[in-house]
């Protein structure tokens, strides 16, 4: 047999919690350097600087422009170029065929996403090709490119094509694959079919994804087509990059050779933390999509 | 005019339904049938396992009765649309990429149900009934799980649809926030007298909320009775209903052993 419960002795009471005005500070603002240090953009700038100055450092330590230019006398090089407006042709010879090699890929993507997403077939079709093709490296199409369209633009935007085209698709066919099972039926509540249901729905919902894949699109354009003009470079107009870079280390001018690589760098940078994260902060980390 | 004389708004006819899963077909529930009549708070009540939600479904237009047929307003329910607005158990039901208002407006517009200003206006009107118009402008992954149901609330309620279809809607509340959805749920209905059918499996709920209740029994659905429910108030009534009811949905787990023994 169960002893009988002992009753606690404590008598019960009740409190009195103080008005808010009694406890003075409940938010207390940051102090400036903590305010400093929590802008990401200010930290990695710092990061920047300090790379910076070791590179400044070591070119002089060092002392041999040939094999290593110092980082004023690299942007001397690339101030020099800028305003000469040849390095500025270039970048936009560069960019342009960028350009045009992106923005085709993700169309590209998008229709096969989507036929994908509406038809079985579609859906293999799609694991089958980029299974098939995501592994190659675009580089490794550039001769077949120059036999097919010749040593011209067609040849950068077939290889472009191909570097952004898988990974864009994948992603986004991934993001689409895992919209949830709840949201889908609210999308289908509505009335929503086919195309509209695609772009009202899936396209919002999986967009931390597809931005991923944009992201990853971009990066491995860029990477490909700077290899490309590395290989082979001028276009009937005159070369991008790659053959401003090419061209300089022929003549043994080192210092624009860093100029062309820290261009390539820079635009990088640009993209990622301009143009892709105001993207993310306008969409989904307004929307809470994401936990970053 | 007694709405009882203007046929049944919704009449399910012997439904079997079955749905496959990796490597079996279930069947779900067998030749269920029942009438929803305009105005009714019409609740689904049965343990896990007794295919309520898959009726749910059903009746939503998401999948197809193996046999029998489901008619709205006479006509047979082939897709999902509109006319029947779900409200899902689930909070991720918000479109996270519309503001609270937008989200309400955002059916009403694909639809082509209202222009911009009406939709507006109207989102402005049921966020109102749901006491949520201060957070109108905020993104959902800032309001909380109830808020969260209230907003699919209104924005079902917006639409004015020939039924509400709500899925298990306050069970992923705690219990405090539950009882006071539940309320506000009987506040609103009492304002528009929409026709809704309320599926769950908490007996308390049923006879809370509903008007009219279902039972069913598991493994696969089968209609057990259909019961009226009590006043509102009168909770000794209550009380005894939810006796009765327990008893009927768990007399056969009690007899069982006796049986096999």
Known sequence: MRAPEQRPSRPEYLAAPADATEFGVVEKPLSLWETVANVAILRKAAILIVLALLWELYARHLDNPLLLPTFSATVHALVTGLAGGELAARIWTSIKILLIGYAAGIALAAILTTFATTTRIGNDLLETLTSMFNPLPAIALLPLALIWFGLGPFSLAFVLIHSVLWPVALNTHSGFVSVSTTLRMVGRNYGLRSLRYVGLILIPAALPSIVTGLKIGWAFAWRTLIAAELVFGVASGGGGLGWFILENKNTLDIPNVFAGLLTVIMIGLVVENVVFRTLEARTIRRWGMTTT | ?261
Not at chain 2, 176 to 201: P, Y
Request: glycine fraction near 6%; charge should be neutral.
């Open chain 2, 1 to 261: 005019m007694d709405p009882l004389d203007a046929g049944p708004l919704l009449d399910v006819r012997g439904v079997t339904l079955q749905y496959k899963t990796r490597d079996h077909l279930v069947t779900a529930t067998y030749r269920v049938g029942f009438e929803v009549f305009a105005s009714e708070r019409y609740v689904v009540l049965g343990p896990s396992g007794c295919g309520k939600s898959t009726l749910l479904k059903a009746i939503g237009g998401y999948l197809t009765p193996a046999e029998g047929e489901i008619r709205l307003r006479g006509e047979v329910i082939r897709q999902p649309g509109p006319d029947r607005m779900m409200v899902f158990q689930e909070f991720d039901q918000l479109l996270p990429w519309k503001t609270v208002r937008e989200n309400v407006m955002f059916p009403l517009l694909v639809g082509g149900k209202a222009s911009r200003a009406q939709a507006e206006t109207r989102a402005r009107e049921y966020l109102a009934k749901v006491n949520l118009s201060a957070c109108a402008d905020q993104y959902p992954h800032t309001l909380s799980g109830g808020m969260k149901q209230r907003v699919a609330i209104a924005r079902a309620m917006a639409m004015e649809p020939a039924m509400l279809l709500m899925d298990e809607p306050f069970a992923a509340l705690d219990a405090l926030t539950r009882r006071k959805m539940q309320d506000e749920l009987l506040e609103l209905w009492d304002e528009t007298r929409f026709t809704m059918i309320f599926v769950t499996h908490s007996i308390a709920e049923a006879i809370k909320c509903g008007s009219r209740i279902l039972l069913l029994t598991p493994h696969p659905g089968q209609v057990l009775a259909e019961l009226n429910s009590t006043a509102r108030g009168a909770s000794a009534e209550a009380r005894a209903l939810e006796e009765r009811i327990h008893e009927m949905l768990f007399a056969e787990t009690i007899e069982a052993p006796v049986a096999r023994a």
